[in-house]
């Protein structure tokens, strides 16, 4: 094969993305650190952006924008209750989820304030979260004590509100991967990657919670120099992945269905030609036969929200120093994002809720 600019072979060219060559590299304007993560694209964008740089969503609240929402705050006690506010505690067995309850009416212009407030969100974010009329988690609390101060004064504001401990989610238990499902009258059969097929009847699944796993990684070369080191370029990989996740009311695990790694033949003369239109067609079969499911497909529209409560936190990794030549060494800086832990977390808090109704009606 031919190459062509840059060492690269049009086969290369096709199927990753080039390293950008950088002669004149000049140092960034923002630290890593500073840099602001879209929720949409989870791509990094400079502090100074109310917009991403690529994909044009609302960019989350910057630090200088929440310490302001803080000090409008009335009560001192609930800002506190915030796990924003307690680095430390967080991930601790007596941190809870403060939720907002389903078919809310409309807020007033000094309660919406409020929670805007508390929230350290954007009022179109906190609009869309109460008009969504489901459960939403709306923030993290250390404590369970916290997150009753924080309860109360949502309700005080006429917004209901719930709480639920996060010990109770099962976080620590992973899901399930499913590669194949199998139909009778009775139920269904998850057939898991590995060991023996899992039986459900239709009437004992309740919960479909579906979304989108997105993964960011950028890679970036350089050359140690003396004094220092100089980049040589850069390259982004990105995947977007549509995934499924199946509860059953007597079972604790989490079935997830990966839409690229799963087997639709279920699906019989249904089957469609892409796995996009399969995702939906099985789906919709799912619903049509289990009398008692609910659907939650609400992950994309809350993720400006779940932010507040689960933050996108990039890895970064170094790699070696790599010898390329006479008196060379390279080194590559690898970050990574993505939303698995917050999809995961959401998915198993949605299970928890959904649960939580299921008894309240016995």
């Not at 309850?101 to 009022?123: F, G, I, K, R, Y």
């Not at 004064?153 to 709480?163: Q, S």
């Not at 080191?229 to 549509?242: A, K, T, V, Y």
């Amino acid at each position: 094969m031919k190459p062509g600019k840059n060492g690269l072979s049009d086969t290369d060219k096709s199927t990753s993305l080039a390293f950008d060559a950088v002669p004149d590299a000049k140092p960034q304007s923002f630290a890593p650190a500073e840099m602001v993560t879209c929720d949409a694209c989870l791509r990094a964008n400079p502090p100074t952006r109310a917009k991403c740089l690529y994909c044009g969503a609302s960019l989350p609240v910057t630090s200088s924008k929440a310490l302001d929402a803080v000090a409008s705050v009335k009560s001192t006690d609930s800002s506190r209750a915030l796990s924003a506010e307690n680095p430390t505690e967080v991930g601790t067995l007596n941190s809870c989820y403060v939720v907002l309850a389903p078919n809310q009416t409309d807020l007033s212009e000094s309660a919406l304030a409020e929670m805007v407030a508390l929230l350290h969100l954007q009022v179109a974010e906190v609009q869309s979260a109460v008009g969504l009329h489901s459960w939403v988690p709306l923030t993290r609390a250390a404590t369970r004590e916290q997150a009753t101060i924080l309860a109360d004064k949502f309700r005080a504001l006429g917004i209901g509100v719930n709480t639920f401990k996060e010990d109770a989610l099962n976080l620590d238990v992973p899901a399930r991967k499913i590669r194949a499902l199998e139909f009778s009258d009775e139920g269904l059969a998850a057939v898991p990657m590995s060991g023996a097929a899992v039986s459900v009847s239709w009437a004992d699944l309740v919960l479909i919670v579906t979304g989108r796993l997105v993964t960011n990684r950028v890679e970036v070369e350089e050359r140690r120099r003396r004094g220092g080191s100089q980049p040589l370029g850069s390259r982004e990989l990105f995947s977007d992945e549509p995934v499924m996740d199946l509860y059953a009311r007597s079972d604790e695990v989490c079935y997830r269905i990966y839409a690229s790694s799963f087997d639709f033949s279920c699906l019989g003369p249904e089957k469609a030609m892409t796995a996009f239109e399969n995702f939906g067609r099985l789906n919709d079969v799912l619903r049509s036969r289990a009398p008692n499911v609910e659907l939650d497909d609400l992950y994309r529209r809350v993720r400006a929200v779940l932010a507040n409560v689960w933050p996108l936190e990039p890895q970064t990794r170094k790699g070696e120093w790599r010898r390329s030549g006479a008196g060379k060494m390279d080194m590559a800086t690898v970050t990574t994002t993505d939303n698995e832990i917050q999809f995961n977390s959401y998915s198993r808090l949605r299970r928890r809720v959904k649960l939580h109704e299921l008894e309240g009606d016995r």
